[in-house]
């Protein structure tokens, strides 16, 4: 599986789509509900990987919640759809309960606390390049003056050794 996810860790969706193809051709589905979860983790991820706006750099998309938005979240006992035993391998042992609850409890709420925090942190890249082409705006003069300064001393120099 890892020579296929070119040496990556697979993702759910990964195993999603070998486990839940035929013969695992990875395009003919065992069932329609089965295709339209994994059409809904690529709508999902094209969504969340689209690049923030004024930036080149693409977004960080966390695969595992992903899969668990198009999945359809936890049912009642805790469970993904789609990842049977698996899913204590993906999201760690002991996922029923409180630990699968705790980590995607509020998933949509935290979605848009990461987007408003990756628009923060572009704004803050921008604030930090600003600050830097100052600085060396104010390095590039410092330095003019400098030349400007020896250049006169130079002259000073000059004129007393010649008298």
């Given at each position: ?21 035929v013969?695992?051709d ?18 999902i ?28 979240g ?80 130079a ?9």
């Amino acid at each position: 599986m890892r020579a296929e996810t070119q040496g990556k860790d697979p993702t759910p969706a990964d195993i999603y789509l070998l486990t839940h193809t035929v013969k695992q051709d990875k395009k003919t589905f065992v069932t329609k509900k089965a295709e339209q979860v994994y059409k809904r983790v690529v709508e999902i991820r094209e969504e969340l990987s689209a690049p923030i706006e004024g930036s080149d750099e693409p977004r960080v998309v966390d695969e595992d919640k992903i899969f668990l938005e198009a999945a359809g979240g936890l049912d009642k006992k805790n469970r993904v759809y789609g990842m049977g035993s698996l899913q204590s391998v993906i999201y760690g042992p002991g996922t029923s309960g409180s630990v699968t609850t705790s980590r995607y409890r509020g998933s949509n709420s935290n979605n848009e606390e990461y987007q408003q925090m990756q628009v923060e942190l572009q704004d803050m890249k921008n604030q930090v390049k600003q600050l830097q082409e100052m600085r060396n705006q104010e390095l590039e003069e410092m330095r003019k003056q400098m030349e400007e300064m020896k250049n006169q001393l130079a002259m000073v120099f000059n004129n007393r050794n010649e008298n």
